[in-house]
């Protein structure tokens, strides 16, 4: 019974942020007393016996683009702990990492080169859940991946859960930008007033209440009552909008951008507006103002962390997605019953708000 009145405590906690230092403080005791810790003993064990520099993987690619993002503070936070060690960041494929200068060396394969051997491997967010069979090769050193009390992941930001893995290593400082790299392309128009418009979201059934269907209404809203707005579509060409888009004020760059290239788009737009997902995420890093569209998806996991605005379902069966609620959805009306009206009410808000 006791187990269960601690859980309780905790979803009052993660709502109010005011409670944040009383919440640390009860996971860390938790974690201390009842958490299985995949620490591998880490923090009671030198972090070097020779003279050499550590040599540091981060597996930042297990999952997602979002979440290769929200680990690139975990690699900021091992180069302030340990200066000298040899950084190695397992990125997304894409040019969006290309010129980091934090890590010595990026590598976009899902398996790190054979040549390769490290002392400790970090796996970012959710990493301990998608454990590839690699990890468990000698030449990958300690393994140290953040497991979390009583398996309750949605307390904070994922960011912040890859943060207390660079703790253990040292590190004592506070939360640091994400990164995203910017290229320069002529596809994006100049000296306009551009908003991006993101609908975009994983092919996969399982994320279907992430994709927000009503792009096509706002953009005719977009067109006819902000006709001094430039509209730009980014994403891939598999991220479909119904209709097609003839307004001289519509650009559609689905599939014509690379990730670095969208997000030099985002940020010379003025504000952006797309579902929860990477290209979302490359818009928060950007220091864009992003309107965040969340359906089945945890707010808390997935949070943004510069300049947003947050519009959500005000259904209660939200947040579905790690619950397997959303098998017997037919329909996600969760994310669907954001109206189109309320986008634009919310692009007209920070216009004016900016003028």
């Known amino acids: 019974m006791a187990k269960f009145k601690v859980y309780d405590i905790f979803r009052a906690l993660h709502i109010d942020k005011q409670a ?17 810790i995949y620490y591998s003993k880490l923090h ?12 540091v993987l981060i597996a930042a690619n297990i999952s997602g683009i979002g979440n290769c993002i929200a680990a690139t503070p975990l690699a900021q936070a091992v180069r302030i702990a340990m200066p000298n060690a040899e950084i190695t960041f397992m990125a997304s494929k894409g040019d969006l990492f290309d010129n980091w200068h934090i890590p010595d060396r990026i590598i976009k394969d899902k398996i790190p080169p054979a040549e390769l051997s490290f002392d400790y ?17 000698p030449r990958c050193g300690r393994v140290l991946a953040y497991k979390n009390a009583f398996n309750k992941w949605f307390l904070k930001p994922e960011r912040e859960y890859d943060l207390d893995i660079a703790r253990r290593l ?36 399982r994320w279907a209440g992430k994709k927000w269907t009503k792009f096509p209404e706002l953009i005719n809203l977009i067109t006819e009552q902000l006709p001094e707005l ?3 579509i980014a994403g891939l060409k598999s ?10 004020n519509v650009l559609d760059l689905r599939g014509r951008l690379t990730l670095a290239e969208t997000a030099f788009l985002l940020k010379k737009s003025i504000i952006a507006a797309g579902n929860d997902s990477g290209p979302a995420h490359i818009s928060d890093a950007a220091g864009t103002h992003t309107i965040w569209l969340f359906g089945m998806s945890c707010i808390v996991k997935n949070h943004p962390m510069n300049k947003y605005r ?17 098998e017997n959805c037919p329909e996600p009306i969760c994310i669907n019953s954001i109206s189109a009206e309320k986008v634009l009410e919310e692009i007209k808000r920070f216009l004016n708000s900016s003028q």
């Open 121 to 137: 491997t970090l796996i970012p967010y959710w990493g301990d859940k998608i454990h590839p069979s690699w990890l468990y090769e």
């Open 230 to 232: 430039t509209i730009c």
């Open 310 to 326: 947050i519009l959500k379902s005000a259904e209660k069966c939200v947040p579905c997605q790690y619950t397997g609620a959303y």
């Open 239 to 248: 991220d479909e909008i119904e209709g097609s888009f003839n307004q001289a």
């Open 20 to 36: 944040k230092a009383l919440q640390d403080g009860l996971l860390e005791a938790l974690c201390s007393f009842k958490s299985k």
């Open 170 to 205: 040292g590190y004592k400082g506070g939360l640091l930008p994400e990164y995203v790299g910017i290229k320069p392309t002529e596809l994006v128009p100049q000296d306009e007033k551009i908003i991006t418009l993101l609908p975009c979201s994983n092919q996969d059934e």
């Open 44 to 55: 009671q064990i030198p972090l070097s016996n020779t003279s050499r520099p550590s040599r």
